[in-house]
């Protein structure tokens, strides 16, 4: 059967890995752990997974075209940071602006001085988390309490964390299949000279994948600071490489143009499940950093690239 | 005579423009620490004390000798992230008392682990074709779960003694970790310079495809450059153990990113095919010798890290923006 299924469809990265591997797992603990299916599980699940989908969804823009960001998880810290140390009524601009800052700096060195993307990337997170750990050296801080509420409300019983992953979901996809700059971006992943002589605007497109990336990071950081209400200036340590993990488990090919919305929400979903099912099945929390690192080296090497190398 | 004129026209230039072409074809660390010496000189005359020089000369023995091994992956066009993980692993072998061997095991079990770890990584990077990045930051991940995992955050025990003695003991007044910096630094970089692995290294750095087209042996040189940087990696774990006196979990965390720096620093950059070990040396004390100057001036680790991500932004730009124009 799987012998017939094509490795991958499309531009979609979708392939036989990226959906078997979730569902295999669903059924696995289904089996295995009695709770799995409660429905206080999924919720947890669900609520476990918004971050990294959001700063996953966030990643897929910068893969797309080619690129990386490791400083995503900074992002989140330096966010987390400020939406508890400014006025409350600034606090959400404030996180926002950071995150759009630090993507435009990020761009620039990469689309505009040609900086590779992982050294451009890895030297901002350390800075940026330098930053974030001199605004506040431990968790705490008050947060505002619209932002709780954000968090941790539901609607006629769907947790609110549900409708952030839709939202994140809707807004990715729109973007990425209902408009030119979509367009332009798995143009630019598909071939960057092609795109240039086909009138892309790679720099600026460029640019703009890197700043939606923090973006996306500010707004996890928006959603996880309320869900714990607190602040924290170490909170997005692993969402940098998880999020890189989750996006190649479901298929994105990180030398660009091939993936999309499905392949995050399912490789998300695949990290998710294994974190929740590490729970239930009671193995130790700190083999969890472990296995991501297995499957990132697995998720890694399905997509062989034609170079050797960085 | 018109020919000879314009090709003998560049040595006619003005010995002060010929100094600054020069000035301005040095790698930044070169630059960078003449200016820190200096900024020193003025604002912290203290640090330049030679007793405290020596002090950051062994400080830096760690690092440089990581530096050796992260600028031959960087030469090669791939990089190693995974030194922080090898560091952890190294102190968990030696120090955990998991391992009930006397020292000479222990290091020797800690340098076949190295071997094994640069294996693997070269083999998802040369054979799998995965980026060098993700591999090794997967190894990190690997290594400091299963190293967590194991000593779930216990205290480790002391460094045996022959690593407390290189890490702590002077021969005259220069450190033993100083002789063994330079012990490994001389050697490597004659190797490098006239040996026929040297060679391969330098035309797979300038152009990988053409360095295949003619015969080098693209994928054993990965190899063996990743497992010698894993090797380097363990000596500078034996160092910084011995250095501190014991084992610790967080011990090394700084070397990759560190080591990076250094060797952007000392003019190693991706696809140019230059570099030699000079310059990421040098790069390495210039780094050491920074961070003790934040200290003096009071900064915290908070600051270092910000300054360590500030120098590799600004070096990578000044370097990739100078490409761009020749």
């Known amino acids: 059967m799987i012998a017939i299924l094509p490795r991958r469809m499309g531009r979609t990265g979708l392939g036989v890995v990226s959906i078997g591997l979730p569902i295999l797992l669903f059924v ?77 700096a990020n761009g620039v060195g990469v689309a505009i001085f040609g900086v590779h993307p992982l050294i451009m990337t890895l030297a901002m997170a350390t800075f ?62 598909a071939g960057e000279q092609s795109a240039a002589f086909s009138g892309v ?14 973006l996306a990071g500010s707004m996890a950081a928006i959603y996880l600071t309320g869900r714990i209400a607190s602040g924290d200036p170490t909170m997005g340590r692993p969402f940098s490489l998880d999020s890189v993990t989750a996006i190649a488990l479901g298929g994105v090919l990180l030398s660009g143009g091939i993936g999309g919305v499905w392949a995050a929400l399912l490789g998300t979903l695949t990290l998710g499940l294994i974190t929740n099912g590490m729970n239930l099945t009671g193995v130790s929390p700190f083999f969890r950093e472990a296995i991501t690192g297995v499957l990132l080296l697995v998720a890694v090497s399905l997509h062989r690239r034609k170079v050797i190398g960085i | 005579m018109t020919t000879t004129d314009a090709i003998s026209k560049p040595d006619a230039a003005p010995p002060a423009r010929r100094l600054w072409s020069g000035v301005k074809a040095l790698p930044i660390a070169y630059v960078g620490t003449i200016l820190l010496l200096v900024c020193a000189a003025l604002l912290r005359p203290n640090l330049l004390q030679p007793f405290l020089l020596l002090l950051i000369l062994r400080q830096t023995a760690p690092l440089a000798i990581a530096v050796i091994g992260q600028s031959l992956c960087i030469r090669i066009l791939s990089l190693d992230l995974s030194f922080g993980g090898v560091a952890m692993a190294v102190s968990y072998i030696v120090t955990s008392g998991m391992l009930p061997y006397p020292a000479p095991v222990l290091l020797l079990l800690s340098v076949l682990f190295g071997v094994a770890v640069g294996a693997t990584n070269a083999y998802f990077i040369a054979i799998r074709k995965a980026s060098s990045v993700m591999v090794t930051l997967a190894m990190v991940l690997i290594l400091g779960g299963v190293v ?120 190693v950059t991706f696809g140019s095919g230059r570099g030699g070990m000079l310059g990421p040396t040098v790069a390495a004390f210039m780094l050491m010798f920074c961070f003790n100057l934040l200290t003096s001036f009071g900064l915290g680790e908070p600051g270092k890290q910000m300054a360590q991500g500030a120098i590799i932004a600004l070096a990578a730009i000044a370097y990739a923006a100078g490409d761009r124009r020749r």
Not at chain 2, 162 to 184: C, D, E, M, N, S
């Open chain 1, 128 to 189: 940026v988390q330098g930053l974030a750990l001199l605004m506040m050296s431990g968790s705490g801080g008050t947060v505002p309490e619209a932002l709780i509420w954000m968090a941790k409300t539901s609607f006629g019983g769907v947790p609110v964390s549900f409708l952030w992953c839709l939202a994140a979901v809707a807004v990715t996809a729109v973007l990425l299949n209902r408009t030119r700059f979509g367009l332009h971006v798995y143009a630019i992943g």
């Open chain 2, 148 to 267: 967590t995992a194991l000593s779930q955050f216990r205290a480790q025990g002391d460094a045996p003694e022959i690593l407390r003695y290189i890490g702590q003991t002077r021969i005259g007044v220069v450190p033993v970790a100083v002789l063994v910096w330079f012990a490994v630094l001389i050697p490597m970089a004659l190797f490098m310079r006239y040996s026929v692995f040297g060679r391969y290294v330098d035309a797979i750095g300038s152009n990988p495809r053409a360095a295949g087209t003619t015969g080098i042996p693209h994928v054993k040189v990965v190899f063996v450059t990743h497992i010698m940087s894993s090797l380097f990696a363990v000596l500078s774990a034996f160092l910084l153990i011995g250095f501190v006196g014991f084992g610790s979990a967080t011990i090394g965390v700084d070397l990759a990113l560190n080591s990076l720096a250094a060797v952007i620093l000392g003019g």
């Open chain 1, 28 to 104: 696995g603990l289904s089996l295995q752990a009695d709770n799995f299916l409660q429905a206080q599980n999924i919720a947890n699940i669900n609520s476990q997974i918004t971050t990294l989908l959001i700063v996953a969804l966030g990643q897929l823009f910068v893969a797309l075209i080619g690129g990386i960001d490791i400083s995503v998880g900074s992002v989140v810290s330096l966010s987390s940071t400020l939406l508890v140390m400014v006025d409350p009524a600034l606090a959400v601009p404030a996180a926002l602006l950071a995150g759009a800052v630090i993507g435009l």
């Open chain 1, 201 to 214: 605007r790679i720099a600026s497109t460029r640019i703009a994948c890197y700043v939606i990336c923090s």
